[in-house]
C-alpha cells in the first residue's frame, strides 16, 4: 500500500512540472503596473481557478491605469440639449409635392384654380352640376334584379333604399343579364384590389376600365370610345406656365374621346386630318388626332386624392388651351363671312345647343348665351367674340373604391387673364365600387356624364369650333 501512495505522489508531482513548463509566460504584475495581490498559505500553480483570477485582476487592473483615455473619449462627444417634439421631428419633414404644385398651379398661366365644390361656382358649372345630380341614385337598378342582388348580398340588400329600383326598367333580357355580369366583375374585381393591396395599374385595368366602358344600348353607344392615356404626353404648347417659366407637366389616365366610329367623327376627323391640323391636347399619333371629352384620373386604395386632382387639372387646363387655338382660329376664318350652316357638307344636321340629357329634363340657360352661334361683321369684333365661354369639361378620379366627379370652366378676368377653375367633388355626385348598390350608382353616373356629352357638349363643340374649319 505504501508503494501505491508512493508511486502517485510522484507522478502528480511530474504532471504538475510539466503542466507548468506548458503555462504561456503572462507579465509579472510588476510590469503591468497592478497592485501585488495578497499572499496565499500554498500556492497551486496548476489551478485554473488562479488563472482566471489573474486574468480578471490584469483586466481591471488596464481599465484603472488608463483612466486619460476614456475620459478623452466622452469629453470629445457633443452634448444635445433638449429640443421640443415639432422642433425635433421638422428637419426630417418634408414639403408636400402635391399641395405645392396645387399652389404653382394657382398662380401660373392660365391660372388653375382647384377649389372645393362649396366655393362661388362658375355660373356653367353650377347648371352641370344641377342636371347632372337631379334625382341621383334613384331609379338606378331594374326591379327584376332584385331577387339576384338579394342572393348576392343579402346584409347590403336591406340598406338599398326603395327609390333605388326602377319598375320602368324596358330593357331586354339580353341587356339586363349584361348589366348584371358587369356589376358582379366589377364589384369581384374592386374587392381582390383592396383585399390585395393591389398597384394603380390593376385598379385601372380590372376596374376603371370596366366602369368607363359601360354604355347602354339604347344610347349614341358609338359616339364616345374609351382611350387610354398612361404612357402618353401632353404638349407642352398646351400646358400651364408656372411663374418660374416652365411648363407644368402630368399625365391622365382615361379618356373618353369622339370616336371616329361615329359618322359624322369620322367626317370632321378626316378634314383635319388632310389639312395636317390636330383636334386635341396629345402628343400621341392617334390621340392627337381626336377630340376628347372626359378625363379620368386613378389612383391605388390609400392614393392621394388631391394629386389626382392636380393631374385632372393640368389635362383641362391643356384641352381648353387646345379649344382656344381652334375657337381663334374659326374666327379668324370667319371674319367678314356670313355664319356659315351647321347644316352644309355631310356632317349632319344642325343640333340643338340646349338639348338636355335624357337623364335630366331641366333646361341649360347658360349654354344658350355661352354656345350661341356668333356672327361677326368686322375685325374689331374678333377680340370680343373670342372671349365667348368654352364648353365645360367633366372629369372624374378614382381613388380605392371611391369616385368623385369635377367640372372645369374657362373664363377671363377683367385683366383679359385666361382662368381655368375646377371644381369639386361633389358630394351628390360621388360613387363608389364597395357594395353592389354603390355599382349601380356609379354606372349611372357615367351614363349621365355620356347623356351629357352627346346632347349638350359635342353639339357645342362641332357648331361652334370645328364646322367652321371644315366647311
Known sequence: MNNVYTWLNSSHDRVCIFAKDLKPQLPSPSASGSTPSRGRKRKRTCSMDGQRKKRTQQEMDAAVNNPPRSIAEFSARSILSPRSPSQASSPSRSASPTRDLLNTLRVSRPSVDCQPSDSPMHPIAMEVRKLLSKNFGDAVIPAALKDRLLIADPQGFDDIPTAAFDDRYTGTREELDAL??????????????????????????????????????????????LKSLQTQSINRNYLPISAAHTPVSKKADYALVYSRRDPAVRSICDHFDRAGLTLSQMTDTHTKRLMMAVGTEIKPAGGN?????????????????KLRELQESALARRVGEEPLSATDGDIGEEEELTKVPASGEAEVDQHKDAQREPSPQHHSE??????????????????????????????????????????????????????????????????????????????????????PLVV
Open 180 to 225: 348584371w355580369q358587369v356589376v358582379q366583375h366589377i364589384h369581384l374585381e374592386a374587392s381582390e384590389c383592396q383585399m390585395y393591396n393591389q398597384d394603380e395599374n390593376a385598379w385601372a385595368q380590372d376596374v376603371a376600365r370596366r366602369v368607363l366602358s359601360w354604355g347602354p344600348t339604347k344610347s349614341n353607344h358609338q359616339l364616345l370610345q
Open 382 to 467: 374678333t377680340a370680343q367674340v373670342s372671349l365667348q365661354p368654352l364648353p365645360p369639361i367633366i372629369g372624374l378620379t378614382a381613388v380605392g373604391h371611391e369616385w368623385a366627379t369635377y367640372i372645369a370652366c374657362e373664363h377671363f378676368t377683367e385683366d383679359n387673364e385666361r382662368v381655368v377653375q375646377v371644381t369639386g367633388p361633389f358630394p351628390r355626385l360621388t360613387a363608389s365600387t364597395r357594395s353592389f348598390y354603390d355599382i349601380f350608382k356609379l354606372l349611372s353616373l357615367v351614363e349621365r356624364i355620356r347623356a351629357f356629352v352627346q346632347d349638350v357638349h359635342w353639339p357645342a363643340l362641332k357648331k361652334r369650333l370645328l364646322l
Open 305 to 321: 386624392s388631391q394629386e389626382a386632382l392636380a393631374q385632372l387639372a393640368i389635362w383641362s387646363a391643356a384641352g381648353f388651351a
